[in-house]
């Protein structure tokens, strides 16, 4: 069990590294260094930068040193907190970002726990009642969520709601509370705005979760043990749910891991065409207006949450599954 | 396998048709049988010809722009004209609405202009090198650029129609192109992994793990935003292609290794290399014939996520850029929920998209189950 901790955590803090490789490569890949282009900015919107601040932030970044230099003065920088300047607000990073990644963050999880509650229940009923109506309307819709892409999704209810009820469905805030410092009443009218977007974020992973789920239990469904349990007298309701169930939960728990970059990468995109106030819409400005800083920082931010998280659905599967937790695989 | 004779096979039973069967003419029956996967396969050959031969399908060029034909509604075409089959439209006239100033586009009934099928128009090569001037669609007595839209005319005027067959030929071509390159690496890299083993593929597997828990798309994003802007459309195409089959290859790489392994403890393995044929020999002789069409079926189930990612990155304005025409490049005009509401024509190549992509996953499914052996 330690021995599984162990290798999870050390693949975890890997992926940080490359994912905050990968991120410094987006900083450094377009032309010109960061204080050309900061001052330039600067200058662009009336304040101008002295001789002295430039050199400062050069020799602070380590701009005249090897790319490996940089790369560690930039991580010692991160592990301060320090995330440098977002140019076009002339605020640092860490402003500007704040409430946006934990929006992300409150997305993504609602996508998830919209995945789970409507998948767990249909790929039970379509496995259990399989080639029934309801399963081949579940599978067709299925195909459907799978086929259409998050943002056309988005496109197609705003265009709905929009034009047929008068409706404006973007946004995670209604105007009186956008601007609001958060309270009760704030957090309510979150929760109202919530479904829009995990609906369109979580139907393509709930797509997929089902036709697992439905395998899953199709396969354990045949086994002998539930034929016995049947023979005994069992309950149907007993006999599905206490260990089939079960036993296909496992699979459908390992994939979280999978499903959670997924979601974290749709919201991205999704959040641009409902207009929500996640990191979405910041890090496309960002990248369009080449504030590398900023954009860099987005990417792996959004990496390591997405770390963090498949970390905590690996602990949770070990919860779920004895065969991991006591440490034969 | 030898094919029996025709006059025998005449008498062979069906049961013998089957003992005698190669794997793959058992494949292709077992994949006619699945009526999803047949008609998924139509709807792509279709595209695939659209896509092949776009000149013929569109009726102008689809880069012509005209603003006094900007936002026109997809065109009615009247099949009969006095009870015989003599298809036609209106002349349209564009004027301004007194009150809100909009551009309307009213049908001038006194003017109809002939539609020809396999008719005239511009002049262009098929495939690049042969020179023809018929199109699918053309006009009589007029010109098409000024009296013909099908699917209506986008802000500049320009025509959709022909926009979308031109789409589409840069969509479909990206999906394969970038899962040729996913499936190079993927069966590299999974080929390795999988026959080796050992530390190699305790290496390559980490790497394909650290891949999938990356969030692709701000990944991506920041990848294509760093591309130099001054670019042309070629390099960007092939930079885009290239950036698009980075995230294919891991799930590919996947079933190669999962294949591998399995394969690598069976008896003609075995037998093989007693014989003592080369390693060469025997991935490419003995395994690769034996999984290949398991490797077919998990590239025809990627190339819709491959098209997807184009089409979500140029929406966003950070893939193909305009005058390049895709999928996504066409869907960025729907961006604007006002603009869509005014003209919901803009939403109709997302339908495009929606149904390649629903074809592949339902050709895929079937080729999937075609091959496996005990489905």
């Not at chain 1, 601040?53 to 701009?63: I, S, T, V, Y």
């Given at each position: 069990m330690l021995a599984y901790i162990v290798r999870r955590f050390l693949l975890a803090v890997l992926t940080v590294w490359a994912i905050s490789v990968l991120s410094f490569m987006i900083i450094h890949?377009?032309?010109?260094?960061y204080v050309t282009s900061y001052i330039a900015s600067m200058s662009a919107s009336g304040s101008a930068v002295s001789e002295g601040e430039a050199l400062a932030l050069r020799d602070q970044l380590g701009l005249d040193k090897p790319i490996t230099i940089q790369y560690l003065k930039w991580v010692a920088l991160i592990l301060q907190g320090n995330f440098g300047m977002a140019m076009e607000w002339g605020r640092p990073v860490s402003d500007v970002i704040g409430d946006r990644l934990t929006l992300t963050i409150v997305i993504s999880l609602a996508a998830i726990v919209f995945t789970w509650a409507l998948a767990l229940p249909i790929g039970i009923y379509s496995a259990v009642y399989r080639y029934s109506l309801l399963d081949y309307i579940f599978t067709f819709i299925g195909f459907i969520g799978l086929a259409i892409p998050g943002f056309m999704l988005a496109l197609i209810i705003m265009y709905v709601a929009f034009a047929?009820?008068?409706?404006?469905?973007?946004?995670?805030?209604?105007a009186d509370f956008a601007e609001a410092p958060w309270s009760l009443a704030k957090a309510w009218d979150l929760t109202k705005h919530l479904p829009i977007p995990a609906i369109v974020l979580g139907i393509s992973g709930t797509a997929q979760m089902i036709r697992i789920m439905r395998s899953n239990l199709l396969d354990e469904l045949r086994k002998p043990y539930v034929m016995t349990a049947r023979a005994r007298g069992l309950s149907e309701y007993r006999v599905i749910m206490r260990y089939p169930v079960r036993v296909a939960l496992n699979p459908f728990v390992s994939t979280i891991g999978y499903l959670l970059p997924y979601v974290v990468s749709g919201s991205i995109i999704v959040s641009l065409v409902l207009s929500l106030p996640t990191v979405g819409p910041l890090l496309l400005k960002a990248l369009i207006a080449q504030d590398m800083f900023l954009a860099g920082t987005i990417v792996l931010l959004l990496g390591v949450m997405t770390v963090i998280g498949t970390f905590i659905s690996d602990l949770l599967l070990m919860w779920v599954d004895p065969r991991i937790r006591l440490g034969r695989q | 396998m030898a094919e029996p004779e025709a006059v025998q096979e005449t008498e062979i039973i069906a049961e013998d048709k089957i003992a005698v069967a190669t794997q793959w003419q058992l494949m292709w029956w077992r994949f006619r049988k699945h009526r999803l996967a047949g008609a998924g396969t139509i709807v792509l050959i279709l595209f695939y010809v659209v896509a092949l031969f776009a000149d013929f399908f569109a009726y102008v060029d689809p880069l012509e722009s005209e603003a006094q034909r900007s936002l026109m509604a997809p065109q009615p075409i009247h099949w009969f004209d006095e009870g015989s089959f003599k298809p036609y439209v209106y002349s349209l006239k564009g004027t301004r609405d007194p009150l809100t100033f909009k551009r309307v586009y009213v049908p001038d009934t006194s003017k109809k202009i002939p539609i020809r099928f396999f008719g005239r128009g511009d002049s262009y090569r098929i495939l690049g090198f042969i020179p023809w001037d018929r199109h699918l669609i053309a006009v009589e007595g007029a010109k098409a650029s000024e009296s013909l839209f099908l699917l209506g005319t986008d802000m500049q005027g320009r025509d959709l129609w022909s926009r979308l067959m031109y789409g589409t030929q840069t969509s479909m071509m990206i999906g394969l192109v970038s899962v040729f390159l996913s499936l190079v690496l993927g069966v590299v890299l999974g080929g390795i992994s999988g026959y080796f083993g050992g530390w190699i593929d305790t290496v390559i597997q980490r790497i394909i793990e650290i891949l999938r828990s990356i969030p692709t798309i701000p990944l991506w994003m920041g990848l294509a935003a760093a591309l130099p802007g001054d670019w042309d459309i070629v390099k960007i195409y092939f930079a885009i292609t290239i950036i698009i089959s980075l995230i294919g290859w891991t799930e590919l790489a996947r079933v190669v290794r999962g294949r591998f392994i399995s394969l690598r403890q069976e008896d003609f393995i075995m037998a093989a290399e007693l014989l003592g044929c080369s390693k060469t020999r025997i991935i490419f002789r003995h395994m690769v014939p034996s999984f290949i069409s398991h490797i077919i079926a998990a590239t025809t189930l990627a190339i819709p996520a491959m098209i997807i990612s184009e089409t979500s990155l140029s929406f966003l304005g950070l893939g193909l850029r305009p005058p390049a025409i895709s999928w996504g490049v066409l869907l960025q005009d729907a961006q604007n929920i006002q603009a869509l509401v005014i003209s919901?024509?803009?939403?109709?190549?997302s339908l495009a998209v929606i149904i390649a992509v629903l074809a592949f996953n339902f050709m895929g499914d079937g080729i999937r189950d075609a091959a496996d052996p005990y489905g």
């Amino acid at each position: 069990m330690l021995a599984y901790i162990v290798r999870r955590f050390l693949l975890a803090v890997l992926t940080v590294w490359a994912i905050s490789v990968l991120s410094f490569m987006i900083i450094h890949l377009p032309p010109g260094d960061y204080v050309t282009s900061y001052i330039a900015s600067m200058s662009a919107s009336g304040s101008a930068v002295s001789e002295g601040e430039a050199l400062a932030l050069r020799d602070q970044l380590g701009l005249d040193k090897p790319i490996t230099i940089q790369y560690l003065k930039w991580v010692a920088l991160i592990l301060q907190g320090n995330f440098g300047m977002a140019m076009e607000w002339g605020r640092p990073v860490s402003d500007v970002i704040g409430d946006r990644l934990t929006l992300t963050i409150v997305i993504s999880l609602a996508a998830i726990v919209f995945t789970w509650a409507l998948a767990l229940p249909i790929g039970i009923y379509s496995a259990v009642y399989r080639y029934s109506l309801l399963d081949y309307i579940f599978t067709f819709i299925g195909f459907i969520g799978l086929a259409i892409p998050g943002f056309m999704l988005a496109l197609i209810i705003m265009y709905v709601a929009f034009a047929h009820f008068g409706a404006n469905v973007g946004g995670l805030f209604s105007a009186d509370f956008a601007e609001a410092p958060w309270s009760l009443a704030k957090a309510w009218d979150l929760t109202k705005h919530l479904p829009i977007p995990a609906i369109v974020l979580g139907i393509s992973g709930t797509a997929q979760m089902i036709r697992i789920m439905r395998s899953n239990l199709l396969d354990e469904l045949r086994k002998p043990y539930v034929m016995t349990a049947r023979a005994r007298g069992l309950s149907e309701y007993r006999v599905i749910m206490r260990y089939p169930v079960r036993v296909a939960l496992n699979p459908f728990v390992s994939t979280i891991g999978y499903l959670l970059p997924y979601v974290v990468s749709g919201s991205i995109i999704v959040s641009l065409v409902l207009s929500l106030p996640t990191v979405g819409p910041l890090l496309l400005k960002a990248l369009i207006a080449q504030d590398m800083f900023l954009a860099g920082t987005i990417v792996l931010l959004l990496g390591v949450m997405t770390v963090i998280g498949t970390f905590i659905s690996d602990l949770l599967l070990m919860w779920v599954d004895p065969r991991i937790r006591l440490g034969r695989q | 396998m030898a094919e029996p004779e025709a006059v025998q096979e005449t008498e062979i039973i069906a049961e013998d048709k089957i003992a005698v069967a190669t794997q793959w003419q058992l494949m292709w029956w077992r994949f006619r049988k699945h009526r999803l996967a047949g008609a998924g396969t139509i709807v792509l050959i279709l595209f695939y010809v659209v896509a092949l031969f776009a000149d013929f399908f569109a009726y102008v060029d689809p880069l012509e722009s005209e603003a006094q034909r900007s936002l026109m509604a997809p065109q009615p075409i009247h099949w009969f004209d006095e009870g015989s089959f003599k298809p036609y439209v209106y002349s349209l006239k564009g004027t301004r609405d007194p009150l809100t100033f909009k551009r309307v586009y009213v049908p001038d009934t006194s003017k109809k202009i002939p539609i020809r099928f396999f008719g005239r128009g511009d002049s262009y090569r098929i495939l690049g090198f042969i020179p023809w001037d018929r199109h699918l669609i053309a006009v009589e007595g007029a010109k098409a650029s000024e009296s013909l839209f099908l699917l209506g005319t986008d802000m500049q005027g320009r025509d959709l129609w022909s926009r979308l067959m031109y789409g589409t030929q840069t969509s479909m071509m990206i999906g394969l192109v970038s899962v040729f390159l996913s499936l190079v690496l993927g069966v590299v890299l999974g080929g390795i992994s999988g026959y080796f083993g050992g530390w190699i593929d305790t290496v390559i597997q980490r790497i394909i793990e650290i891949l999938r828990s990356i969030p692709t798309i701000p990944l991506w994003m920041g990848l294509a935003a760093a591309l130099p802007g001054d670019w042309d459309i070629v390099k960007i195409y092939f930079a885009i292609t290239i950036i698009i089959s980075l995230i294919g290859w891991t799930e590919l790489a996947r079933v190669v290794r999962g294949r591998f392994i399995s394969l690598r403890q069976e008896d003609f393995i075995m037998a093989a290399e007693l014989l003592g044929c080369s390693k060469t020999r025997i991935i490419f002789r003995h395994m690769v014939p034996s999984f290949i069409s398991h490797i077919i079926a998990a590239t025809t189930l990627a190339i819709p996520a491959m098209i997807i990612s184009e089409t979500s990155l140029s929406f966003l304005g950070l893939g193909l850029r305009p005058p390049a025409i895709s999928w996504g490049v066409l869907l960025q005009d729907a961006q604007n929920i006002q603009a869509l509401v005014i003209s919901p024509w803009l939403l109709i190549p997302s339908l495009a998209v929606i149904i390649a992509v629903l074809a592949f996953n339902f050709m895929g499914d079937g080729i999937r189950d075609a091959a496996d052996p005990y489905g």
